[in-house]
């Protein structure tokens, strides 16, 4: 679908020279005097080379069809990770660079939602928490008041994050996916 460049906005995926390209800023210029101009920063989606292009506003760029949709996560090999579509039980390899900083939080059985272009699998959004089990911290110290001060603790998925004094080793918490800070206790 042609759009002119002024309507691109950031996440939309467009392709150029056969490429796919996924936008990660798009500022309109308009200066006092000449012709306003679109400066969009990309990163082509085969490799991850990051470009950065200048349209004028009235340009015209073939805007990509992006559909999202559930998956659950199957597994990860050295071919990068495998998803399964609930409905039709369809499955799609992903690869690790799609995946990103998202990689530690999969857990199996989670669904997350795979924006897809055709069969390819353009970005993926995880839930927004996650719980984990806390493998390794300090021990717990007695009198210690739970006020805003935190320890250093590893979770099973590897991550490192900061845990109240009161969590201990083996204790499951709930963590932000986004940055893998401490929400809470889990309660199951």
Same mark, same amino acid.
């Given at each position: 679908m042609r759009v002119i460049a002024s309507?691109?906005?950031?996440? $939309?995926?467009?392709? @150029?020279?056969? #490429?796919?390209?996924v936008v990660l800023s798009a500022e309109n210029i308009h200066p006092g005097k000449g012709t306003p101009v679109s400066q969009i920063e990309m990163r082509r989606i085969?490799?991850?080379?990051?470009?950065?292009?200048?349209? #004028?506003?009235?340009? &015209?760029?073939?805007?990509?069809?992006?559909?999202?949709? $559930?998956?659950s996560f199957l597994y990860e090999d050295g071919e990068? =990770? &495998? =998803?399964?579509?609930p409905e039709s039980y369809d499955q799609v390899q992903v690869t690790k660079?799609?995946?990103?900083? %998202? %990689?530690?939080?999969? @857990?199996?059985?989670?669904?997350? #939602?795979?924006?897809? &272009?055709?069969?390819?699998a353009v970005a993926i959004t995880l839930p927004q928490r996650a719980t984990l089990e806390v493998v390794d911290?300090?021990?717990v110290t007695k009198g210690q008041? %739970?006020? /805003?001060?935190? #320890?250093? %603790?590893?979770? /099973?998925?590897?991550?490192?994050?900061q845990v109240p004094p009161h969590i201990g080793t083996g204790?499951?918490?709930?963590?932000?996916t986004e940055d893998g800070s401490y929400v809470e206790r889990a309660k199951d």
């Amino acid at each position: 679908m042609r759009v002119i460049a002024s309507s691109i906005r950031k996440g $939309n995926v467009l392709e @150029q020279d056969g #490429k796919l390209y996924v936008v990660l800023s798009a500022e309109n210029i308009h200066p006092g005097k000449g012709t306003p101009v679109s400066q969009i920063e990309m990163r082509r989606i085969s490799d991850g080379v990051k470009i950065s292009e200048r349209y #004028k506003t009235t340009d &015209h760029v073939e805007k990509v069809t992006i559909e999202e949709r $559930n998956y659950s996560f199957l597994y990860e090999d050295g071919e990068g =990770f &495998h =998803f399964m579509e609930p409905e039709s039980y369809d499955q799609v390899q992903v690869t690790k660079d799609v995946v990103g900083s %998202a %990689a530690p939080y999969l @857990q199996e059985g989670m669904v997350v #939602k795979l924006s897809m &272009h055709d069969t390819t699998a353009v970005a993926i959004t995880l839930p927004q928490r996650a719980t984990l089990e806390v493998v390794d911290t300090e021990p717990v110290t007695k009198g210690q008041t %739970a006020s /805003s001060s935190y #320890k250093p %603790a590893v979770l /099973s998925n590897g991550v490192r994050t900061q845990v109240p004094p009161h969590i201990g080793t083996g204790t499951r918490i709930v963590v932000l996916t986004e940055d893998g800070s401490y929400v809470e206790r889990a309660k199951d």
